[in-house]
């Protein structure tokens, strides 16, 4: 039976693409953006494997690093070899700290060495002056997807607990931890979390970017750290000790010297022991990284570990990515499409100011200030000139261990970001590498990146036609510059720091739309698990104003057939196919949407869909116009 584009755009277009791709054992989603690394990453795979032997000759000390670093994540025999014994030292050095205080004296050097830890560290710009870097101390995941899951008990959470309780089982029995002993590890790590998890923020509250900005001084940080002397052990690995930090987790740390003690230090000592093990396992060999993985598996229904070289390829991006996406971009994109797509995001930014400047509910302060963000957002097309400067900073021994060689990683990435604590944000940074199948808008920045991965088929080609090429990335080029005024981007100024620019009757106005975009999604359902509208609702009105957008550059005397071409191209960039078990977890954690939502909900909003496809009442995709919202364009 044909499906008819007005009753589901999504299925018309990707119905027999969803019925007949199967999804790979090893993967728990496939999809357009998937097929597309899929191919970037075998064109790699084999280059880094040249370059590594010399028959692809390259000066870039950085891209060589990535190249060694990738033969020795593929070295299967070696890591077969070596077993468990790299983790060992590591192991035992976290279980010879018996008592809280033999556990303070080794903080510094806990910190310095990437150990676990009931905090970590990030750096970033400051929320509150968007030029200068600002350290940031936060708390842990919990084991379950989201803080808000442990407030109640039920099937389908005992059954989470139960398979991360075998997972940790089975890799304490690889160090010798077993029987009672492992019982009691697994117990006092369940204890840790779950007293955690009651301080943690949910991932709804995370969705919202103000909640994560909670400023402390460093006095205040040390003083309720005291006890457990975290903050001071910090102080002596940094730099330099700053003024003040961030804390996104501010209940969390409040509470870190009651959830430390002297009475409870085993829960957290044998917590630290199983997050090491799933933390480095998969850098062992490939019984261990296979068991390491087996709860995000048991999570997303992934019947299979990853294949190795996959593995191994996404090993070598953990940290030397840019590198990679660098030599991605200047082998495999070309200079002709890379100006292309600059003229059609240069298009999308005028036709917005044009939105803004004609825009009815907005007084004319607030609109300024908006027009301003979009006068000054950086674009970053295809790939960086250079790599940043941490690159400089990262080595690999080919003569090491693949563990060792990671920690090594760790340990020199987190000591650089540390050393920038305090000093000017590097705004020509880029927060994705060149050869990455995805897109960002960056608030504390105020730039919209795209790599060279997403800038071709099935997304962009050189030789599309416009309709098409506005489909297919146009829109998600608008949806990141959208980014810049949804419910997060909006409290950002020009310059990326958090700043209330808007009048208060336009935050009002603006408020009503937010509930309106977060209605529209809230309770349909995917795979039979209710959306979260407003734990989505940032992405969803970005997709919204991003096709609007783009529908106007397309102009308003687009044919009939553009129209469906542009809609077309817009549900074939989106094709999604997901496991169940995946779909649960994506629902509870991500701030997205599922695919076939992101397809149909937002094209009712618009007249141009009524006129290509002629949906009316009792279509799938007929929307009453009361109901219909358009952000900026009215």
């Not at 390829?313 to 971009?329: D, H, Q, S, T, W």
Request: hydrophobic content about 40%.
């Amino acid at each position: 039976m044909t499906v008819r584009p007005a009753d589901d755009l999504y299925m018309a277009v990707n119905g027999a693409w969803q019925a007949q791709t199967v999804i790979p054992p090893d993967k728990a989603q496939i999809g357009a953006d998937s097929d597309l690394g899929d191919e970037i990453r075998a064109k790699l795979v084999r280059d880094l494997r040249a370059i590594n032997a010399g028959t692809i000759a390259t000066a870039d000390q950085s891209l060589l690093a990535a190249a060694r670093l990738f033969v020795l994540a593929d070295d299967r025999e070696a890591r077969n070899r070596l077993g468990v014994a790299p983790i060992r030292t590591r192991v035992d050095y976290l279980m010879s700290l018996q008592d809280v205080g033999a556990w303070r004296a080794a903080l510094p050097t806990l910190w310095r060495e990437q150990y676990p830890l009931p905090l970590s560290t990030f750096v970033m710009a400051d929320f509150h002056d968007a030029t200068v870097n600002m350290l940031n101390v936060s708390g842990p995941d919990p084991i379950l997807p989201d803080a808000a899951m442990y407030q109640e008990t039920n099937a389908d959470n005992d059954a989470m607990f139960a398979a991360w309780s075998q997972m940790a089982r089975t890799l304490l029995a690889a160090v010798g931890i077993t029987g009672r002993t492992a019982d009691r590890y697994v117990d006092d790590a369940l204890n840790f979390d779950r007293r955690a998890a009651a301080l943690l923020p949910t991932n709804e509250e995370f969705a919202v970017d103000t909640n994560w900005d909670h400023p402390l001084s460093w006095q205040d940080f040390a003083e309720v750290t005291a006890d457990t002397t975290l903050a001071t052990a910090l102080a002596t690995v940094l730099p330099n000790q700053p003024v003040r930090i961030n804390t996104p987790t501010p209940r969390y740390v409040a509470a870190l010297d009651r959830l430390v003690t002297a009475d409870n230090y085993g829960q957290w000592q044998h917590m630290a022991v199983i997050q090491e093990l799933i933390d480095h396992s998969r850098y062992l060999s490939d019984e261990l990284r296979q068991a390491a993985g087996a709860y995000q598996r048991y999570l997303s229904g992934q019947p299979q570990p990853t294949e190795w070289h996959k593995h191994a390829f996404a090993v070598a991006n953990e940290y030397l990515a840019e590198p990679i996406g660098i030599y991605y971009g200047r082998t495999y994109f070309g200079a002709a499409a890379k100006r292309d797509i600059t003229g059609l995001v240069r298009e999308l930014i005028a036709q917005y100011e044009v939105q803004l400047q004609n825009n009815t509910w907005l007084s004319p302060s607030t609109r300024d200030q908006a027009i301003a963000k979009l006068k000054t957002m950086r674009i970053k097309m295809g790939y960086p000139d250079h790599a940043a400067p941490v690159y400089q900073h990262l080595h690999v021994d080919p003569d090491a261990d693949l563990l060792g060689a990671m920690v090594r990683l760790e340990r020199e990435e987190t000591a650089y970001r540390w050393s920038t604590v305090g000093q000017p944000v590097d705004r020509s940074e880029w927060q994705m590498p060149g050869h990455l199948v995805n897109a960002c808008y960056d608030p504390s920045m105020n730039d919209i990146t795209f790599p060279a991965g997403i800038l071709q088929p099935p997304f962009y080609a050189l030789y599309w036609s416009r309709a098409a090429k506005l489909g297919g990335t146009g829109a998600t080029i608008g949806h990141e510059i959208s980014h810049s005024f949804d419910n997060n981007g909006a409290m950002f100024d020009e310059h990326g720091t958090m700043n209330n620019w808007w009048q208060e009757a336009d935050k009002v106005a603006f408020d009503h739309i937010v509930d309106a975009v977060a209605q529209q999604f809230d309770g349909r359902h995917y795979e039979g698990v209710p959306v979260n509208g407003r734990l989505t609702v940032s992405e969803n009105m970005a997709d919204n104003a991003g096709m609007d957008v783009a529908l106007a550059v397309l102009g308003p005397d687009a044919s009939v057939a553009a129209l469906r071409e542009f809609f077309t191209a817009y549900a074939r960039s989106w094709a999604t196919k997901m496991r169940p078990e995946r779909a649960k977890t994506v629902l509870r954690q991500d701030v997205h949407a599922p695919a076939t939502l992101r397809v149909n909900v937002p094209v009712m909003n618009f007249s141009e869909w009524y006129r290509a496809y002629g949906a009316q009442p009792g279509d799938g995709e007929y929307l009453p116009p009361a109901q219909r919202v358009v952000i900026w364009d009215r």
